[in-house]
């Protein structure tokens, strides 16, 4: 199992001292980067830490050769989508009833961004 696992994961968190501000998590698929999760700690949102987390995240696809960055958000996540069109990110479709919410589903936006060999 861990073969599956191996190489496949990357991930970032940023700390100041031991409390942990925000992470992100990345899968790599051979070309294509996807941005499995971004999260910063309540406290710390508002203070550019997830741009940052996002821009070392995009850095990482072009130091490894990525073709693609993918990544998908709940339609409702206005931040999350602000966060991403920001750095660039394109709307590239939708999936329909994706997310399960509380009082049924939501739709999942695709997002992407490619980079020009
Ligand atoms: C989305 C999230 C990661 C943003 O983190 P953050 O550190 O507060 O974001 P930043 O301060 O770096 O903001 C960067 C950009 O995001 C956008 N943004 C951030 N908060 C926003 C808000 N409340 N409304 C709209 N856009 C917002 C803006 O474009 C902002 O750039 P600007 O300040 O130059 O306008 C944070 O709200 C979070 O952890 N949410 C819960 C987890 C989550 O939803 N993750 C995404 C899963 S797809």
Do not use: W
């Not at 995240?57 to 339609?75: D, K, M, P, S």
């Not at 509380?102 to 020009?116: P, R, Y």
């Amino acid at each position: 199992m861990l073969s599956c696992l191996a190489g496949r994961y990357f991930n970032l968190a940023a700390f100041q001292g031991d409390d942990m501000l925000g992470f992100y998590i990345g899968e790599q698929a051979g070309p294509d980067y996807t941005l499995m999760d971004i999260c910063v700690a309540p406290k710390y949102q508002g203070q550019g830490i997830a741009k940052r987390l996002l821009n070392a995240f995009i850095e990482h696809g072009e130091q490894h050769q990525a073709e693609n960055l993918f990544l998908e958000v709940r339609e409702s996540n206005a931040p999350a989508i602000g966060l991403y069109e920001s750095a660039g990110f394109s709307h590239m479709s939708v999936r329909k009833n994706y997310y399960p919410t509380a009082t049924g589903n939501e739709d999942a936006i695709l997002m992407g961004m490619s980079f020009s060999l």
